[in-house]
């Protein structure tokens, strides 16, 4: 994995809790800020993209859509390979 070295200022009571933390998991302060960066980046990933969907699913004309379609596909036919 490509690394970069950045500087950052943290609040010391802060710091003394990730010094704890890292210390009980024998990981780097490095190692544990980058994990939970990546965390927080995906969760904020996940809402963003949750939004989205939510935005687009609030338009009733695709709402009305999707059920439409649904249930086009319940009466299909052949419920054969259809578990859902």
């Known amino acids: 994995m490509n690394t970069q070295k950045i500087a950052i200022t943290v609040p010391s009571d802060l710091l003394d809790i990730i010094d704890k933390t890292t210390e009980q998991r024998s990981i780097s302060r490095s190692k544990f800020i980058?994990?939970?960066?990546?965390?927080?980046?995906?969760?904020?990933r996940?809402?963003?993209?949750?939004d989205q969907y939510d935005k687009v699913f609030s338009d009733s004309a695709v709402c009305d859509e999707q059920i439409k379609t649904?249930?086009?596909l319940d009466g299909a036919g052949?419920?054969?390979?259809?578990e859902w």
């Open 34 to 44: 980058s994990l939970l960066l990546r965390e927080k980046l995906q969760e904020e």
């Open 46 to 50: 996940n809402r963003q993209l949750k």
């Open 70 to 72: 649904a249930m086009w």
């Open 78 to 82: 052949s419920r054969e390979g259809q």
